[in-house]
């Protein structure tokens, strides 16, 4: 039996086309950080809630980055309201806060989230 050429050319191309390489492994674990959050896709870890989270999506409130107007911090509070939980981008991994009185506050006391005048703030010294 005799195949026309446009056949037999488009069974190729369905064969090549199947062929094509998808992310493996090896591409998923390379995008993920020690936690195993797919740190391309935006993910960090929470320690807060115990897994990996978008901190756009996730945070309690967000508020523009003192240092840089483009950039966000986000901030999760645990359901008890006696921790909070930071991000930013020029925070290595997030930083916890303890609840103190109006706020927030690092165990060394050097980082604070103030809550005053109806907005949050968060200061460092």
Known sequence: MKYPKTAIYLGIGI??????SSPT???IT??????????T???RYSA??????????????????????????YVILSED???????ANNL?????????????VSDDGKIRLIYAQNRWR???R
């Open 30 to 39: 390379a995008n993920t950080d020690a936690n195993g959050c797919l740190s």
């Open 92 to 104: 290595a991994r997030p930083l916890i806060l303890q609840a103190n009185k109006g706020g927030y």
């Open 81 to 87: 309201k006696q921790l909070a939980e930071v991000f």
């Open 41 to 43: 896709a935006g993910f």
């Open 122 to 124: 968060l200061t460092g």
């Open 48 to 73: 807060l809630q115990q897994k990996c989270v978008q901190p756009f999506n996730a945070a309690t409130f967000h508020f523009a980055d003192n240092d840089d107007g483009t950039l966000s911090v």
């Open 25 to 27: 492994i090896s591409t």
């Open 15 to 20: 064969l090549l086309g199947a062929c094509q």
